[in-house]
């Protein structure tokens, strides 16, 4: 996990909503995490030629979206993309610190 934790922070953004969740999993993993984890590796290793394509435009663009009690401790996730043109310059996804009731 270290080493995917590595990788989505210096290259491979697309993965960031997989590793946050398997993140999530590390003490108490189940077969169904390892079948996870072998996908997001055979994802890797099939879009490896994919290149980081980065392109300035006119304006920002921000994309913020969150997914309710999806953890097993039922606590939300949120994803945040910020684009200036082609490309996302920042990008970030992480489980909520709060469980939430509605």
């Excluded at 290149?51 to 009690?69: C, F, Q």
């Amino acid at each position: 996990m270290a080493k995917l934790l590595y990788l989505c922070r210096c290259t491979r953004q697309d993965i960031q909503t997989a590793v946050a969740f398997l993140c999530t999993r590390v003490k108490d993993p189940d077969e169904d995490d390892y079948k996870k984890l072998t996908k997001v590796m055979q994802y890797i290793r099939n879009t490896k030629y994919l290149a980081l394509t980065i392109e300035p435009s006119a304006d920002p663009k921000w994309w913020v979206d969150s997914s309710y009690a999806v953890h097993p401790d039922i606590r939300s996730h949120t994803g945040v993309v910020m684009s200036l043109g082609k490309g996302a310059t920042y990008s970030a996804s992480t489980k909520q610190k709060l469980n939430t009731k509605s």
